[in-house]
Structures are given as structure tokens and as C-alpha cells.
């Protein structure tokens, strides 16, 4: 049978559904004689490596995951949310609350096809970390053998994207925390097994557990080996949205910001403007893929949500916060007394008399001077509950992209919306993004961060290689090549407000994103791309709000931001840079040049 995404037991084993089977060691082994082989082969090893008590084979069922939720309460994991429709709540170890870009690593036989060569006197590589295999296998004997024993291992199996999508990759995971269940059944879809995904986590813990969260971070290893899937295809860090104008004309877009700029946001948007709707396909992920008639097409491969809480509400995101009402496991956000969670910008008068618990677990009171909860703290909700989900968010041939967007933070210089002038262009465009650093990265404070294509904490091979394939599919033959975006929310005015509403007011940069796929003619010309005629881009009902603060174009700030990128290029990409995209940064500096 099949059970939403998610652990395909009838599928893979045959005879083993049911809610679960845990084994003992020598008869999980010759249970899995009904797995394929390479499923099979898999197990066997990660069981021989790990030496685990038992073996439970996850299938995903209502039973299964009522089963492993009580395991959890009782273990002190998760904490009931009676506020909500089985809601939970976990609070992590305080070092365990974002990516760790400085501890993920790329493994690969030569160095190069990992990251590019940093040049003589360069500071330390941003677009990466290589491991040797060597070293690698090295990492894997200091940290996995033996380091099950005593305990359960978990064998969840999961498909990522829709079940029978050419699109679709199915795997294994092998952990001994079966934490890691839950959402992974809220995050992934059941499929005949394909492919593999490796992953492992089995930490040893040398000192007590924080709020139960097994969890080593001195020892935390995260490695991509990008020899095992080369496959041809886009697969970045973008939301998806269908964008339907008043006349039922609809258009698909990919977008990729750096966490907690506000992709959720804007993949479940409500639009301002009368007559337009957004559904939602994805808020993270995108894979895609030319169709044989030339159409870059796209799925979502998870099936659900892991938003950022803080700044969440019924004001700026009213489809996620009726998303989040059941089925819900939150991280590291604050808890009420009366068994409801808060957060900073939640919005929601507290009931007299009730007491706060911050996600450190300590009593919280507003006007302390630490946030009630993790600025990174999350959500994890089934996809299939919000209320606006595309009809073809699942269809398995993916959706049409019609345009592509990049984004970011930047509080000065950058125009709310401008369009690149080719594909090639806009290849520059995505690499040259820069934004604020967020909460969702180990990096703290405001400072700007270079961050190509949002990906940066993400690469799973040499940055220039990834560059250079993202020009060669504006080459492929007989595509039909989305247009591509750059936008940018977080202008701020000389006392440091925001200049533009964001928000549902962004459909009305997707209205005049949506016109110039239709072809009208409504942009001008600046040195950066085309931007919004004045009379394009409607502004009706914002008062206060100024078109020339929108789209600041000027030569020194433009100058200073060519100057930086040609440094980022020389000192993180070398002579891997393709040439096409030290053209364009050479073809941007002549422009402002002219300004």
C-alpha cells in the first residue's frame, strides 16, 4: 500500500505492511531478503556498520506514527500542543538550530570538481568545503561503527516528489532516532524504489542530552557525494506559485531567495490586488526539467512545509498560520500555558492569565531581552493542508515555469523589481546576489552576504560547474526559456523603514512579471535590466509610496557593487568562473560607466 509520500512498506516488502515490524538482529537481516537488492544492500551495511539492537522498518500508517508520537512524549522529545489537532512541540539543543555550512562537506577524488581553485593570497572558500574520500571513509570509522548498539535502528523509506513522476527520486534512511519519523512523513511522499539517498544520523553523545535532543555538534558531518548523481537536470533552492490574473490567464514561477527572505511568504500569498490568486506548488525546493517539447517543467519534491515561525500571522502569511492549526510539529518556538505556541510577530492577544515558556524551556515574560522563541525556529505541516495548494501540485509531469526570480536582502541600491535583458544575463543575475545574513544560517548579524542562486549553503559540486550549467540550458536546442527576475522586498528609506508593503502588494510585481512573459512592452531600459515603466507597475491605494524610491539606479552604489562582485569572483570562483559571466560583469561595468 501506499501512505501519503512515505514509507511504502507493500510496496518494497510485500507481506511486511501492517504499522510496523521491529526484529531482532538476525531475523530483521533475513526479513529483508523481500527488500530489491539495492535496497536490501544498503540496510545490510548501514547494519554491519552501526550494529543496532533492532530493526524497525517504518510503512507510514496512523498507527505507526501514533505509536512513535507517544514514544517521543514519553521520552520527553516532543511535548504536546492540546491548543491544536495533534500538534507537537520540540525544543532542540541551543547549538542545534541551524544549517552548519562549515561542517558540510563535498567529497570528491580531485578537489576541483568540488570547489574552485582559491587563488594565491585568497581568503577562505565561501562556495564550499572538499573532503577527500580517504577522509572521508576516515570520518565515517571515527563516528559509525558500533554506534547503534543497545538501540533501534530506523528504516524509513520516502519518496521525494510526486509518486509515479519521471521527476520523482526515492530513498532510504537509516537512523536511530526515530524523532526524525514524524516529520519525515509530514516532508516526503511512497514510491517502487529507484534510486537512493544516503543518510545516516547516529550520533555518539559524549555528554548529557539538552531537552532530550540527541545531537553531537562538535562531531556533526554533513557530505554530498556528487560523483553518485549526475543527472542533467536543475534542482535549486526556489518556491513555486501559480499566478492567475482576472482574466484566468495562469502562469507558473520559480523563485529563489536565501532562507527567511520571505519565500514561504510569497508562495502562499494573498494577493492585494482584486481579481488575482496565488496557489501554492512548493516553498523550497524545485526540480526541473525540459519536456520533449521544450518546456522547463518543475515539481516540488516534498510534501510539506518547514517554514521560519517568527514574523508569522494572520497579517503577513494567513494561509500558513491556517496550515499550521493540526498535524504540526513545531521547533524551538515559545509555548503558552494554555498549550498554544507564540513567537515574535505572531499577533495573538494572549488569554488572561497565561503564562509563556521560552524555547530554552525557562518562564518568558514581553520586554525580556532574549526572544521568546529561536529566530529560526519552524514549522513542519503536511503541504496537503494548506488551503491554497495548486491543483497540478502533484501532477507528475511538474508545472510549466514561465519565469524565474532571484532575491534577497539588500537595504539600499537594489530596484524593487528589474527584469535581465537575456538568459545569459540573468545567469549573472543569480550569481551575483547578495543578501543580509538570517537566522537560518550559523552566521550572525546583518552583514552582506554573497549568496548565487540562494544555493550557497547548498552546492553539491563546483560552484563554476553549476554556473556553467545553468548557461548551457539557455543553449539546449529548441528550449523555451522563462524569463528571468530579480526583486527585492527590504528597501529601506534614510530612518531605516521599509519603503515598499511586501506582502500581498507583491502580486503587483508578479501582475507586471506576468505582463512582460505576455510580451507587453512596459519596461525601460538601466544599466542594471529593465524595470517598470512608471505607468506599469500599479500603486493605487499605497499612499506614501514613491516610484523613484523603488527603483534607485544610481552610478556610485553600482560602481561599489561591480567592484565587489569582480573581488567575489576572483577570490571564490578563479579561473572556474565561466567567461560568459565575467563578460556580463564586464558589460555591467561599462553601463554605469555611462550613467
Known sequence: GLWGRWGAVGQLGGPMGGWGVVWGYLGGLWALGALPPPARQFVEEGVRLCRPRALHLCDGSPAEGAALLSQLQAEGVLHPLPKYDNCWLARTDPRDVARVESRTVLVTERERDAIPPKPPGGGPQQLGNWMSPPAFEQAVQERFPGCMEGRTMYILPFSMGPVGSPLAKVGLQLTDSPALAPPQKKKTLPHPFLTLFFF????????????????????????????????????????ILGVTDPAGRKRYVAAAFPSACGKTNLAMMTPALPGWRVHCVGDDIAW???????????????????GVAPGTSMRTNPNAMLTIQSNTIFTNVGQTSDGGVYWEGIDQPLNPGTALTSWLGQPWTPGDPQPCAHPNSRFCAPANQCPIMDPAWEDPEGVPIDAIIFGGRRPEGVPLVYEAFNWRHGVFVGSAMRSEATAAAEHTGRRLMHDPFAMRPF???????????????????????PRIFHVNWFLRDGAGRFVWPGFGHNARVLAWICSRVAGEDNARTTPVGLVPREDALDLGGLPGVSYADLFPVSR????????????YYEENFGEDLPEEVMGELRALEERVKKM
Not at 288 to 306: H, Q, T, V, W, Y
Not at 470 to 477: C, D, H, I
Open 459 to 481: 552546492f553539491g559540486y563546483n560552484a563554476g560547474q553549476y554556473l556553467a550549467h545553468w548557461l548551457a540550458v539557455g543553449e539546449r536546442e529548441g528550449a523555451r526559456l
Open 288 to 306: 526541473m526539467k525540459f519536456d520533449a517539447e521544450g518546456r522547463l517543467r518543475a515539481i516540488n519534491p516534498e510534501s510539506g512545509f518547514f
Open 200 to 239: 545516516f544520523f547516529s550520533p555518539l553523545f559524549p555528554e548529557p542530552l539538552v531537552s532530550q535532543w540527541p545531537c553531537d555538534p562538535a562531531r556533526t558531518l554533513v557530505a554530498h557525494l556528487p560523483d553518485q548523481r549526475r543527472i542533467g537536470w536543475l534542482a535549486e533552492h526556489m518556491l
Open 556 to 567: 556610485p552604489f553600482w560602481e561599489k557593487e561591480a567592484r565587489e562582485l569582480r573581488r
